[in-house]
């Protein structure tokens, strides 16, 4: 039952001490340059947090006052009072921000305290928001603090010529409206 037939454990602990890599950084976080650290989120279909081109930091020990705007990414650990419009943003543990958040990829770790929007937004369990969020795709984790309202907004569909019958079957206000989603506990 507990029979030891061919062990290939012994060579793995031996090439990882050969190399003298480290004890590998959970999937979730972005990990700086390395094939392994692009591999994870690929293999779970996640898109990667960090692009090519690198990671800017604002680092715990630094405050912001005004708006920062750009197309690449970007990991707050300080404090920002403005509007943040990047390509990607991560809010980390000690980053805090007082301002509107625009950006496709938004992981809030840290506070902040004004409206997100994105198309994916992850609310890690220290995540502190209070403010509205706008995202295609939404993530709470357990013990993430979130006050505001939730707009889902809607993938454009493929261009198709709409017919006569189907024009005059749409509302007023269009379909671009996100959908809004009331969080209040009613009594």
């Excluded at 090439?15 to 950084?25: E, H, K, L, M, Q």
């Excluded at 972005?30 to 692009?51: D, L, Q, T, Y």
């Amino acid at each position: 039952m507990f029979n030891k037939t061919k062990s290939p454990a012994p060579s793995s602990p031996q090439t990882r001490a050969d190399t003298g890599s480290a004890i590998p950084p959970l999937p979730d976080l972005p990990s700086p340059g390395g094939p392994a650290s692009a591999a994870a989120p690929a293999a779970r279909g996640a898109p990667s947090p960090v692009s090519q081109r690198g990671l800017s930091t604002l680092s715990a020990d630094l405050q912001f006052d005004g708006a920062i705007s750009g197309g690449g990414d970007l990991q707050i650990d300080g404090a920002i009072k403005g509007d943040v419009r990047v390509g990607r943003l991560i809010v980390g543990e000690t980053g805090a921000v007082e301002g509107n958040v625009s950006a496709d990829y938004v992981e809030v770790r840290g506070r902040i305290v004004g409206n997100v929007s994105g198309k994916q937004v992850k609310l890690i369990a220290t995540a502190y928001v209070d403010g509205d969020i706008t995202a295609e795709q939404l993530s709470i984790d357990i013990g993430a603090y979130f006050q505001g309202r939730v707009l889902q907004g809607r993938r454009d569909a493929p261009a198709a010529k709409p017919s006569a019958a189907a024009a005059s079957a749409t509302p007023p206000h269009g379909d671009d409206r996100p959908q809004v989603i009331d969080m209040k506990t009613s009594a």
